[in-house]
């Protein structure tokens, strides 16, 4: 059975000029140890669809579809069975670690907290599994981090903070929202490094969130690509690069900056992101699609699926050549003259 | 923490100089003279007049009377009183304990009332949220003498419960007695704090940390204790602060409305009998009470934010 099961989940967010869309029917699936990546512009709903995992979405918000989490639907739980969901099935990671602790009590009552009040472990065994459990995550001086308070300690050591405490309970499945963003770039991979091998170590499937497609290649089974609050892509990190299927992902590789090609002018995806509420009927991406139709306009694409990937394009088919090949800015690169149209 | 206090010690000793000063001087900028009342209206020949002003020292240039004066204060002697021709020091020390009842007994409704309140309403919300944001408005626009009549005229006339004046004896008999007073006093200043304390709970409860730790399934008691009131009585503790230092003076309204003999009492009289000696022990008085209560304040802030780096520590 898969540990998550997005069917088909909504979220509208209701404002003074009416509801306002988020989420436009996300279904994916997670199986036991796997890593998806969800990729996307900002408010592409990815954050969202996480949230909607672990019942945290802002208040007021109205959610539809089903969340299966081991075939049970999380939507639905009472408090105290969602409790013990947070406290012991699923465990989220958030982009920004100081903002996730209190900044008046020791990393010590984080560790300690979480094992204690939120499982009812005894005092003595949480401290005791605290410290052991920062030693694991690379932290030498334990003792000297346990006593600290937030504001002593830099992003990256709170940071092993934060996935201590997440692995702590060996969670089935992992929650990661943009776990390194706010970090600087040498420490942003060794807390991938750690991150990464805690997962593996303890089994746990994992959703991460990232607008760094590479990032989410490099650690990540399979690849989900969100855009205007539905995902128009899933597949391996590989079949992403060799031929992506979406046009939106083709864009996203090209606008990556190469390593080896001094680019004069990096290509962007022209047109602004879309805002899930604003789409109206047709392709959400086809207002800045260089291969939209007229029909794109009109009617609305379905995710299909086809030999272990999916994807949301009436084209799909007629496209798959032109948008496969190497990314723009090398030399034979397709589709390259239309991104900088 | 011992090197933060001392220099805070420091610190007020020298508010309490530059007030002095002040205290000394405002008196004698002020309209009308001590012998003029001392003669009280009488006509008396300029010899008399001369020595009064021989005996108490007022021919003497502005800055040997405050040196002399301030020589008093330090060595406990703060002059005899001109009306009563009492000791200023004995006169105050049979005023302060009601005086020190109310404002206590107001401090904690203060706290009680006003802190409780607030954080249950911000905590809360709903139906008695807006009870508490409308109670507080009230109570934060009714002046407290209007405030002290009223409950007079409603608790002890009409209803008979509470006596008229007088600050009464023994613990039951002040606590009947400071009661209404108490609750006059505390009004405007529970008002503000339970406003403050629902601000900052509802900001407290909004914050990132807050709803990780409930991701977490940490239960809602310990975080609404542990995240949200504990962080939320960072603001609160200064307002508390500040508002129970401010009760000192605001007791002289209350102290008059009930007749309480009370050191407020004592300072509206004297003002109005231009009696120097007692008026400048209270105002000195206020000054050092309201330094000690914010000194307070500030070494408790530093106990409860560890981001509070105590002045001797971060050098």
Same mark, same amino acid.
């Given at each position: 059975?898969?540990? =998550?099961?997005?069917?088909?989940? *909504?979220?509208?967010?209701?404002?003074?000029?009416?509801?306002?869309?988020?989420?436009?029917?996300?279904? =994916?699936?997670?199986?036991?140890?796997?890593?998806?990546?969800?990729?996307?512009?900002?408010?592409?709903?990815?954050?969202?669809?996480?949230?909607?995992?672990?019942?945290?979405?802002?208040?007021?918000?109205?959610?539809?579809?089903?969340?299966?989490?081991?075939?049970?639907?999380?939507?639905?739980? /009472?408090?105290?069975?969602?409790?013990?969901?947070?406290?012991?099935?699923?465990?989220?990671?958030?982009?920004?670690?100081?903002?996730? !602790?209190?900044?008046?009590?020791?990393?010590?009552?984080?560790?300690?907290? /979480?094992? *204690?009040?939120?499982? /009812?472990?005894?005092?003595?065994?949480?401290?005791?599994?605290?410290?052991? !459990?920062?030693?694991?995550?690379?932290?030498?001086?334990?003792?000297?981090?346990?006593?600290?308070?937030?504001?002593?300690?830099?992003?990256?050591?709170?940071?092993?903070?934060?996935?201590?405490?997440?692995?702590?309970?060996?969670?089935?499945?992992?929650?990661?929202?943009?776990?390194?963003?706010?970090?600087?770039?040498?420490?942003?991979?060794?807390?991938?490094?750690?991150?990464?091998?805690? *997962?593996?170590?303890?089994?746990?499937?994992?959703?991460?969130?990232?607008?760094?497609?590479? !990032?989410?290649?490099?650690?990540?089974?399979?690849?989900?690509?969100?855009?205007?609050?539905?995902?128009?892509?899933?597949?391996?990190?590989?079949?992403?690069?060799?031929?992506?299927?979406?046009?939106?992902?083709?864009?996203?590789?090209?606008?990556?900056?190469?390593?080896?090609?001094?680019?004069?002018?990096?290509?962007?995806?022209?047109?602004?992101?879309?805002?899930?509420?604003?789409?109206?009927?047709?392709?959400?991406?086809?207002?800045?699609?260089?291969?939209? @139709?007229?029909?794109?306009?009109?009617?609305?694409?379905?995710?299909?699926?086809?030999? /272990?990937?999916?994807?949301?394009?009436?084209?799909?088919?007629?496209?798959?050549?032109?948008?496969?090949?190497?990314?723009?800015?090398?030399?034979?690169?397709?589709? @390259?003259?239309?991104?900088?149209? | 923490?011992?090197?933060?206090?001392?220099?805070?010690?420091?610190?007020?000793?020298?508010?309490?100089?530059?007030?002095?000063?002040?205290?000394?001087?405002?008196?004698?900028?002020?309209?009308?003279?001590?012998?003029?009342?001392?003669? &009280?209206?009488?006509?008396?020949?300029?010899?008399?007049?001369?020595?009064?002003?021989? &005996?108490?020292?007022?021919?003497?240039?502005?800055?040997?009377?405050?040196?002399?004066?301030?020589?008093?204060?330090?060595?406990?002697?703060?002059?005899?009183?001109?009306? $009563?021709? &009492?000791?200023?020091?004995?006169?105050?020390?049979?005023?302060?304990?009601? $005086?020190?009842?109310?404002?206590?007994?107001?401090?904690?409704?203060?706290?009680?009332?006003?802190?409780? %309140?607030?954080?249950?309403?911000?905590?809360?919300?709903?139906?008695?949220?807006?009870?508490?944001?409308?109670?507080?408005?009230?109570?934060?626009?009714?002046?407290?003498?209007?405030?002290?009549?009223?409950?007079?005229?409603?608790?002890?006339?009409?209803?008979?419960?509470?006596?008229?004046?007088? %600050?009464?004896?023994?613990?039951?008999?002040?606590?009947?007695?400071?009661?209404?007073?108490?609750?006059?006093?505390?009004?405007?200043?529970?008002?503000?704090?339970?406003?403050?304390?629902?601000?900052?709970?509802?900001?407290?409860?909004?914050?990132?940390?807050?709803?990780?730790?409930?991701?977490?399934?940490?239960?809602?008691?310990?975080? %609404? #204790?542990?995240?949200?009131?504990?962080?939320?009585?960072?603001?609160? $503790?200064?307002?508390?602060?500040?508002?129970?230092?401010?009760?000192?003076?605001?007791?002289?309204?209350?102290?008059?409305?009930? $007749?309480?003999?009370?050191?407020?009492?004592?300072?509206?009289?004297?003002?109005?009998?231009?009696?120097?000696?007692?008026?400048?022990?209270?105002?000195?008085?206020?000054?050092?009470?309201?330094?000690?209560?914010?000194?307070?304040?500030?070494?408790?802030?530093?106990?409860?934010?560890? #981001?509070?780096?105590?002045?001797?520590?971060?050098?």
């Amino acid at each position: 059975m898969n540990v =998550l099961e997005l069917d088909d989940v *909504r979220l509208d967010l209701p404002s003074r000029r009416g509801d306002r869309s988020l989420l436009r029917g996300v279904s =994916l699936s997670l199986a036991p140890g796997e890593a998806l990546g969800l990729v996307g512009e900002s408010g592409s709903g990815k954050s969202m669809t996480l949230r909607t995992v672990l019942r945290t979405e802002p208040a007021g918000a109205r959610v539809t579809g089903r969340v299966l989490l081991d075939g049970e639907d999380v939507r639905t739980l /009472g408090a105290a069975a969602l409790r013990r969901v947070r406290a012991e099935a699923v465990t989220m990671i958030s982009q920004n670690p100081r903002a996730a !602790l209190n900044p008046v009590l020791r990393v010590s009552r984080y560790l300690v907290e /979480g094992l *204690r009040d939120a499982r /009812g472990e005894s005092a003595e065994e949480a401290t005791r599994r605290a410290r052991d !459990l920062l030693a694991r995550v690379g932290i030498t001086d334990v003792d000297r981090c346990m006593a600290s308070y937030p504001h002593q300690l830099s992003g990256g050591m709170l940071q092993r903070v934060v996935i201590a405490a997440a692995v702590a309970s060996t969670p089935r499945l992992l929650l990661a929202d943009e776990p390194t963003t706010a970090l600087d770039v040498t420490t942003q991979s060794e807390v991938m490094a750690i991150l990464d091998r805690q *997962r593996r170590e303890h089994g746990m499937a994992m959703l991460f969130v990232t607008h760094d497609l590479e !990032l989410a290649s490099a650690v990540c089974d399979r690849i989900a690509v969100m855009y205007a609050g539905e995902i128009v892509e899933i597949a391996t990190p590989e079949q992403l690069h060799a031929a992506p299927r979406h046009p939106y992902t083709r864009l996203l590789l090209d606008s990556r900056p190469s390593i080896t090609a001094r680019a004069v002018e990096l290509p962007v995806i022209p047109g602004r992101p879309v805002a899930a509420y604003e789409v109206e009927g047709g392709c959400a991406f086809a207002a800045r699609c260089p291969w939209a @139709e007229p029909r794109c306009e009109r009617d609305e694409p379905a995710l299909v699926h086809d030999a /272990g990937r999916a994807t949301r394009c009436l084209r799909a088919g007629e496209l798959a050549a032109e948008l496969a090949g190497a990314p723009a800015g090398t030399p034979g690169g397709e589709g @390259e003259t239309e991104v900088r149209a | 923490m011992l090197r933060f206090v001392l220099r805070r010690l420091g610190a007020l000793a020298a508010t309490l100089l530059i007030s002095s000063f002040l205290v000394f001087s405002a008196m004698y900028a002020a309209p009308g003279t001590p012998e003029s009342f001392l003669v &009280q209206g009488r006509t008396v020949s300029p010899e008399v007049l001369a020595s009064i002003r021989a &005996q108490y020292g007022l021919d003497d240039p502005f800055l040997i009377r405050y040196w002399n004066w301030l020589g008093g204060v330090l060595t406990g002697d703060l002059g005899e009183s001109l009306t $009563t021709r &009492q000791d200023v020091a004995s006169l105050l020390a049979s005023r302060i304990p009601t $005086t020190l009842w109310l404002t206590l007994y107001a401090a904690v409704l203060i706290v009680v009332f006003g802190v409780v %309140a607030g954080a249950l309403a911000g905590l809360r919300g709903g139906a008695f949220d807006t009870g508490v944001l409308l109670g507080s408005s009230v109570g934060f626009a009714v002046p407290t003498f209007f405030a002290a009549v009223l409950l007079m005229s409603v608790f002890s006339v009409t209803l008979g419960w509470f006596p008229v004046f007088g %600050a009464g004896s023994g613990f039951a008999g002040r606590v009947e007695h400071l009661t209404l007073p108490a609750v006059a006093l505390a009004l405007p200043a529970a008002a503000v704090v339970a406003r403050i304390t629902r601000t900052a709970v509802v900001e407290e409860r909004e914050a990132e940390h807050v709803s990780v730790a409930l991701a977490r399934g940490v239960p809602w008691r310990v975080v %609404a #204790r542990r995240h949200i009131l504990r962080n939320a009585m960072l603001p609160v $503790t200064t307002i508390v602060g500040v508002n129970i230092a401010a009760l000192v003076a605001g007791a002289a309204v209350v102290e008059h409305a009930f $007749t309480l003999d009370g050191v407020g009492a004592m300072l509206i009289n004297s003002v109005q009998q231009k009696d120097f000696a007692v008026v400048q022990a209270v105002a000195l008085l206020l000054v050092a009470v309201f330094g000690v209560v914010n000194l307070v304040i500030d070494i408790l802030y530093a106990v409860i934010d560890p #981001r509070v780096q105590l002045g001797g520590e971060s050098a």
